[in-house]
């Protein structure tokens, strides 16, 4: 007879709440302990009349644990007030706070009954069990409302650092911006909505130096020149006579005018207000060096730049008062005069390097070192057409091949026109066309004669850093920055297809390869073939770096130079030789 089989029953599963109410049953049945919670429930109560009602249990059977951790043992030996589980402190608006060295008033929150103040501040109770506490600082942002900055900025932000007093074994408590807003389940950092944006931004640097006075010395020179004038006052003829006295150039005569007695419509202008022009702009003109004084009087003390303006009255100046141009202010040649003049300041705006935007910044300002070259206008002995921008050769050469490339007479070259530059096959299509797109002053339209004068200087002579700019965007066909290789193939395919076009016999054309070899020796930077306008400007002045940039644009130069290694020093620049070669083929 078989024996009968065990029937497998199913595993005991434990109640976890009917555990959780024996326990509590337990806890509370031991003696005292129901009698001490309501002991120290009441204390509490009667601390602070703010206190929201409580219902108190009234029996044993009221109280039901949340949670295992609700559990409490409490011992005779227990001083410190039992703690239950709490929200998230509601967060409040930021009041002004105690500053460094003052003392702000404590608070407490209402239903805070384990007494930990809010702001991390010592709780009376704390204070009087004198219980052995860690000090540390904790910093606390305050906003308060913004004021107007005077002389020193102000922050709409401080951080003030407060005391706080914890428990050794409590880690440090972090700071938090709170508001008024209800109270949130997450921890998160948020800021008042209804209070005002500081408008007013901090400076950062520190406050400007007061207003040097003018020494007496000074103004007793002033006084002493005006007393010697026709009704103490100084007229545009005479300014010359007050610009000397400052130790000026005289053919500083019309801005310093302008600038001291308020405008070109000013007929005279007295010693008074002479000395208050220069006590109120004395810092950017009296004890300055000669660059800084020169350029805030062009720009009449009132801008950080110049433009081609501002530059008119002092080559207007020289075209009617220096004496190796007398020949030149006869009445047939009046309607020549404003060419002279764009000739003049085109050469001072390409030269500093400010011709494509037309403003020159003081620091391009003091590459002219354009006090020199006034103190060379004043020498009768020095022949101006050996002085940078003035020089009427110069303007003489630039003049007659503008006007002889001009077939149609309109003041203006088109593409078609331009191409005859130099008796025509000089430049390529590709040059000519890149030109057009990135370097004429009105883009769309035919070249000007402030535009030809840019272009003929930046041709003639490649050494110098704005044509080193002028000719980089032309060969940067993609307008990306970087000039690769790639890009100078395509401008040397063209230069070679003129030669074959001309049937022009060359014994030794330099390959590719060889090119590339001298380019990438000249410009080592690493960069694979591809070259930046701030690597090409690091050998500005290299005559071996112009001479290669001609294989791309004027090939015949480029051509005639390559086998010649011979330099001639000369005191005369590559600009002054090109005006004296092209007056002799002129002549000729």
Known sequence: MSKPSKVKRPPLVPDVDLLYQHLWRQFINQPGVFEKLVGHLESVKKEDDTICEMEFPTSEDDFHPLSESSRISVSESTTASARVSLPPMSPRTPGPGPVDGEEGGVFFMAKNIDLVPDRNIPSPVMVEEKINMSAIKVPVIQYFQPVEVKSEPVESIVEVFQEVSIDESTQKSKPSITNSQPPSTSPSITLEEDSPVPTMVPTFYPPQLPTPLLSPSFISTIQTFFSSQPSSQVTQRTAALLAETLQLSPFLSSPLFTSSFGGSCAQAGSCSQFLSFWQANAKLLHQVKDSVRIFNLLSGCGRKYLVPDDFLPIAK?????????????????????????????????????????????????????????????????????????????????????????????????????????EEGGVLTRKVVDRVWQVNLLNRGKNMDYWD???????????????????????????????????????FYSESLLILIIQDINVPHIVRWEDLTTQISDILSNGGEGLFSLMDIRKVRGSKKLAHLLDAFINIFNFIMNDENDVSIRSEMSILQKYVVRSLNDLES
């Open 452 to 490: 030809w004068v840019i272009f003929v200087m930046a041709e003639v002579d490649k050494t110098t850093s704005p044509a080193l700019d002028y000719w980089f965007a032309v060969l940067d066909t993609d307008d990306d920055g970087l000039l690769s290789l790639g890009e100078m193939k395509e």
């Open 317 to 421: 100046t020289v075209l009617d008062t220096h004496s190796q141009l007398d020949f030149f202010r006869g009445p047939g040649y009046l309607d020549l005069h404003a060419s002279y003049l764009t000739s003049v300041v085109a050469a001072i705006f390409f030269t500093a390097g400010a011709w494509r935007r037309k403003r020159m910044y003081f620091w391009q300002f003091e590459k002219l070192k354009f006090e020199e070259t006034l103190n060379k206008l004043s020498e009768e002995e020095m022949d101006i057409n050996f002085i940078e921008y003035f020089s009427y050769d110069q303007f003489y050469v630039f003049y007659v091949k503008f006007v002889n490339l001009d077939s149609d007479e309109d003041g203006e070259l088109g593409k078609a026109e331009l191409l005859e530059y």
